[in-house]
């Protein structure tokens, strides 16, 4: 599963609210989508996948006195 970023998130929705079809990711590729339908399908997985991230779990130690 790949795992996306906030920052990557925020940088299609901003080429999506332009029009735009082609960016550039942070490691220098150029990704090119067919259309803005398409744009808005990656966001809507994007925004899935970090909404369902998992929490950190918290561990609470038990103690007794014994018997």
């Known amino acids: 599963m790949t795992q996306y970023t906030q920052t990557q998130?925020?940088?299609l929705r901003a080429a999506a609210a332009k029009?735009?079809?082609?960016?550039?990711n942070s490691v220098g590729e150029e990704i090119?989508?067919?259309s803005l339908e398409?744009?808005?399908?990656?966001i809507a997985v994007m925004e899935r996948a970090l909404a369902?991230?998992?929490?950190a779990?918290?561990?609470f130690p038990t103690f007794s006195k014994g018997t």
Do not use: F, I, N
């Not at 029009?19 to 550039?24: A, I, P, S, Y």
């Not at 398409?38 to 990656?42: A, F, G, I």
């Not at 369902?52 to 929490?55: D, E, F, Y």
């Open 38 to 42: 398409e744009m808005h399908t990656q």
């Open 52 to 55: 369902s991230k998992p929490r």
């Open 57 to 59: 779990r918290q561990h």
């Open 9 to 11: 998130l925020d940088d």
């Open 19 to 24: 029009g735009v079809t082609k960016l550039r």
């Open 32 to 34: 090119t989508y067919r």
